[in-house]
């Protein structure tokens, strides 16, 4: 059974910073991409950044220069380093996972919340 597992989320001031972290447990062939989502409260779910096993990164335009996304493949962790934080960022961070070989699934984390304080 695969699972992600997600920490990090919290309560922030604006301008502070927070590093969420992704780990994929349980029985897979492969890596595809990683990455985070969200949700804020009335919109939506959107891509924040995802990550690549080649290491290919995309992150949305509202979070570039302040969200750095890396991995561990080896230790199937994705992190996502948030900096600057604004009160827009708040939302539900949710980890993503899409893994397989020969059959690709799509695997979603619980959800974590980050908030920050205007």
């Known amino acids: 059974q695969v699972q992600l597992v997600e920490s990090g989320g919290g309560l922030v001031q604006p301008g502070g910073s927070l590093r969420l972290s992704c780990t994929v447990s349980?029985?897979?062939?492969?890596?595809?991409?990683m990455g985070w989502y969200r949700q804020a409260l009335g919109k939506q779910r959107e891509l924040v950044a995802t990550i690549t096993g080649g290491g290919t990164t995309d992150y949305a335009d509202s979070v570039k220069g302040r969200f750095t996304i890396s991995r561990d493949n080896a230790k199937r962790t994705v992190t996502l380093q948030m900096n600057s934080l604004k009160a827009e960022d708040t939302a539900i961070y949710y980890c993503n996972a899409v893994l397989g070989t020969l059959v690709v699934r799509n695997y979603w984390g619980q959800g974590t919340q980050v908030t920050v304080s205007s």
């Open positions: 349980g029985s897979f062939t492969g890596i595809n991409k």
